[in-house]
Structures are given as structure tokens and as C-alpha cells.
């Protein structure tokens, strides 16, 4: 990992750390630990669809203050969120985790 690497991931473990309790939550849980939206939902005593809103907004809110910082280069953190988005989509559709 370069130094410019572990900058933005500072960064974005910062923009993470500053979301809403429950976005934190929702995001966390499934981008770190691999749970799904229905797992999630269970542990937390919320309908799943909340729960999808809950990450939704997360990501909303992760990519403007991402996009807000304009020092971070050529914006690979933000293809990252964008990656990130995608596998998570992926695990809304279908419940689990995908290989």
C-alpha cells in the first residue's frame, strides 16, 4: 500500500466513521463483515427494506462527502465506492453474500 493509498483509506474510514449510527451500522456490517440486508435486519429488529434504505443513504452520503474532497487523487477511492456499490447490490438482489 503507498502512502497515497493509505490517505485515502484514512479518508474514507473518516467519511464512514462520520454517517449516522445506523447508516454505520447497515454499511459496516455488510462491507466488512458479509452480512446480508435479511441478517442485518434481524440483528437490529428492523424490516429489511429499512434496512436497504439505510445502506442506500450511506452510499449516498459516503459518495458526496467523498466527492466534496477534492485532494484525493484522481478519484480511486470514489471507483472503489463505486465498486463496493455494485457488490452490494448484488447482495440486496439476491440476500447473501456473493463468491
Not at 61 to 79: A, E, P, T
Request: aromatic share 4%; proline share 1%; net charge positive.
Amino acid at each position: 500500500m503507498t502512502d497515497i493509498d493509505s490517505v485515502e483509506a484514512q479518508r474514507f474510514a473518516r467519511a464512514v466513521d462520520r454517517l449516522p449510527e445506523r447508516q454505520r451500522t447497515v454499511f459496516r456490517a455488510i462491507s466488512r463483515d458479509g452480512e446480508s440486508i435479511i441478517q442485518i435486519a434481524g440483528r437490529m429488529s428492523i424490516a429489511a427494506v429499512e434496512a436497504e434504505y439505510l445502506l442506500a443513504d450511506a452510499i449516498v452520503q459516503l459518495r458526496r462527502d467523498l466527492d466534496s474532497d477534492h485532494s484525493i487523487r484522481n478519484g480511486s477511492i470514489l471507483v472503489r465506492l463505486k465498486r463496493v456499490r455494485r457488490r452490494l447490490s448484488a447482495r440486496l438482489r439476491y440476500g447473501r453474500s456473493r463468491s
